[in-house]
């Protein structure tokens, strides 16, 4: 029997487009799901004789009150529920893992001359870059790239090595002088246009474009122009000549996708075929919802499918209409493949067909993405078991009453106390999770030049880190460590523990430190190390642990080292405030440039007046 509020809501949902949200009786959302009938669709959920998969069974079994959010159309309806579902991240939704696990493509086109980026985080661009990917092959992606920068003169710094003039990409035909605006922005984007070709999987496009324009080039004498765009054609076929997939009528482009799955994760491979060559390979991963018992073993070729969907709509809404193929094959017939088809059909402008194909050809095309998939998912288990038999050799080594979950190690760098610096990592199930880690300036005005102390910045972390805990307070969140790791020996781990007996978290967490010469593990009140092997799983995370807390700090510190020689050299000016100081900088990148530049030159950056340039230019150049 469905309550009076379910029955209520059903009256009240509209024939219309939209999304709709399932609650639960804590006001929790369950569930976040779109249509472009929301009646209709809604309903469904509790109509008598319904046979619901037993994931949405138990979902529905938790039902009390029904929300929705009516749109003015499908597309909307689509672009709406993803970006509610990655907001609330309901817990009968099938949710695409961010792990970073595999690479994207940047493209800047926020900045007047684009840059072309390798990176794992979606997060970094701004609000006209493009992303493309992922891709699963990082090696090939890295190759591909090289490639395309021996074929494009493209802009291959981040910041010009001379002031005043290009430096050797540009002579040798790498770069077209970005630097020296030796070339107009309007064109350097067409060259990046020719570029994103590539990673839309438009190759086979491109080289006919550029075939034309050598054809052109050739027939107005511009012999040097014709032999260039030829080279780069000679050089872009031999980057698309991929694996070759036999299928009927190679004019038509196709994407190929399908999945493998355990208990707990989709591992899902895409693979993007135009013209009848594999262009690209994509790999997402899924979170299976573990609902226990034999629930979770009987997930349906619906919840499959969902999975599918899932991650065609979050991959096509960022694609641009070019990249849409105009047939999709999927492995499992999708649950709202004719709202799907409609919405893509809509920005290509042509019919997208979506086939769940059962023989033949494209059957076997959708067995090798499976059997790709089925590769992907197997080596991810070996990577989760090893990280599985490293927490439990760890467990056992620091006698803890269960597996780690979060490990954070903490590492001290300087030179001599000179820009005395920590950092802060942080290892979530084995793995690390950058968006955790922190670096601290130490304040200890003891640390100075010359009078260096590594117990006393380790205690001032440990103070400045866990002071929020202080008593216990809420030592039960998950930013609070399983085990702290100390880059250092005994002396270094006593200082952290007095901090913390102090703060009364001595009891709270396991604080071990590991030194270097000898690879030690010392644990507080213990004059011995732990007997341990240097190779076994439980020493060697705590290695990996260690390293990336070395890494991370001597990252820090010579960014602060460098800022410090910057500003010892500006401080001394007269009139060069920290306002100043940030705008000449920005305007010549470095002091090099800005001790290079004449008064004139001085005078052009944003804030300097001619006085001030004079100071600036008589400061570096003394009569």
């Known amino acids: 029997?469905?309550?009076?509020?379910?029955?209520?809501?059903?009256?009240?949902?509209?024939?219309?487009?939209?999304?709709?949200?399932?609650?639960?009786?804590?006001?929790?959302?369950?569930?976040?799901?779109k249509s472009k009938q929301l009646r209709s669709r809604v309903r469904s959920y509790f109509r008598d004789g319904s046979h619901h998969t037993p994931r949405i069974a138990m979902m529905v079994r938790q039902v009390v009150e029904i929300e929705f959010i009516v749109t003015d159309s499908e597309a909307e309806a689509l672009a709406l529920e993803a970006n509610l579902i990655k907001q609330h991240q309901p817990h009968f939704n099938v949710l695409l893992k961010d792990d970073k696990k595999y690479p994207y493509i940047l493209i800047?086109?926020?900045?007047?001359?684009?840059?072309?980026?390798?990176?794992?985080?979606?997060?970094?661009?701004?609000?006209?870059?493009?992303?493309y990917g992922p891709y699963t092959d990082s090696n090939?992606?890295?190759?591909?790239?090289?490639?395309?920068?021996?074929?494009?003169?493209l802009r291959q710094r981040p910041q010009p090595l001379f002031k005043d003039r290009p430096c050797l990409n540009y002579d040798i035909g790498r770069c077209p002088g970005v630097c020296q605006n030796l070339i107009v922005p309007s064109d350097y984007r067409q060259t990046i246009e020719k570029v994103a070709m590539i990673f839309q999987g438009r190759t086979g496009e491109l080289i006919e474009t550029l075939t034309t324009q050598m054809q052109?080039?050739?027939?107005?004498?511009e012999f040097e122009q014709a032999g260039l765009i030829r080279d780069r054609i000679h050089n872009l076929t031999a980057l698309n000549a991929d694996q070759k997939v036999s299928l009927?009528?190679?004019?038509?482009?196709?994407?190929?996708?399908?999945?493998?799955?355990?208990?707990?994760?989709?591992?899902?491979?895409?693979?993007?075929?135009?013209?009848?060559?594999?262009?690209?390979?994509?790999?997402?991963?899924?979170?299976?919802?573990?609902?226990?018992g034999d629930i979770a073993a009987s997930t349906s070729d619906e919840d499959l499918g969902a999975i599918l969907q899932r991650v065609l709509e979050e991959h096509y809404q960022s694609a641009d209409a070019v990249e849409i193929p105009l047939e999709i094959l999927v492995q499992y017939p999708l649950p709202d493949a004719e709202m799907l088809t409609g919405y893509l059909s809509d920005r290509k402008g042509r019919k997208v067909t979506l086939i769940a194909p059962q023989r033949q050809v494209k059957a076997a095309l959708i067995e090798m993405v499976e059997k790709n998939a089925v590769y992907e998912l197997t080596r991810l288990q070996r990577q989760t078991e090893r990280n599985f038999a490293s927490l439990q050799d760890l467990a056992e080594l620091l006698d803890l009453p269960e597996l780690p979950r979060r490990i954070e190690g903490f590492d001290i760098s300087h030179i001599q106390g000179s820009n005395a610096v920590a950092s802060q990592v942080v290892f979530i199930d084995g793995l690390p999770a950058k968006q955790y880690y922190r670096h601290y300036k130490i304040q200890n005005p003891d640390i100075t030049i010359g009078h260096s102390d590594d117990y006393a910045s380790?205690?001032?972390?440990?103070?400045?880190?866990f002071r929020t805990y202080a008593g216990g307070i809420n030592t039960d969140d998950d930013n609070f460590p399983d085990v702290v790791l100390i880059d250092g020996g005994k002396g270094q781990l006593s200082a952290v523990m007095n901090v913390l007996e102090e703060l009364n978290l001595a009891d709270k967490m396991c604080v071990v430190s590991l030194a270097k010469q000898r690879e030690e593990i010392f644990q507080p009140g213990e004059s011995l190390p732990l007997p341990t092997d240097a190779e076994q799983p439980g020493v060697q995370l705590l290695r990996r642990v260690r390293d990336e807390s070395h890494r991370f700090a001597i990252t820090f510190h010579r960014q602060q080292r460098s800022a410090k020689q910057v500003r010892s050299h500006l401080d001394d000016i007269p009139g060069m405030g920290s306002h100043r100081q940030k705008q000449l900088l920005a305007h010549f990148h470095s002091i090099d440039y800005?001790?290079?530049?004449?008064?004139?030159?001085?005078?052009?950056?944003?804030?300097?007046?001619?006085?001030?340039?004079?100071?600036?230019?008589?400061?570096?150049?003394?009569?």
């Open 594 to 623: 800005i001790r290079a530049a004449s008064i004139e030159d001085l005078a052009k950056a944003p804030g300097i007046g001619n006085h001030t340039a004079g100071e600036i230019y008589r400061y570096f150049h003394p009569e």
């Open 1 to 33: 029997m469905l309550n009076k509020l379910i029955e209520q809501r059903l009256t009240e949902i509209p024939p219309e487009p939209g999304v709709y949200f399932m609650r639960d009786a804590t006001d929790r959302i369950l569930y976040i799901g």
């Open 216 to 221: 052109q080039a050739a027939e107005s004498l």
């Open 458 to 465: 380790h205690a001032e972390i440990a103070r400045r880190r």
């Open 108 to 131: 800047t086109w926020s900045e007047d001359y684009p840059r072309i980026l390798l990176t794992r985080n979606r997060r970094i661009g701004k609000g006209k870059d493009k992303y």
């Open 248 to 292: 009927p009528n190679d004019t038509i482009s196709r994407d190929a996708i399908a999945l493998a799955t355990d208990t707990k994760t989709a591992c899902v491979q895409l693979f993007q075929i135009r013209a009848g060559k594999l262009v690209a390979r994509l790999g997402f991963t899924a979170e299976i919802q573990s609902l226990g």
């Open 140 to 153: 090939l992606l890295r190759n591909v790239l090289c490639t395309i920068k021996r074929i494009f003169p």
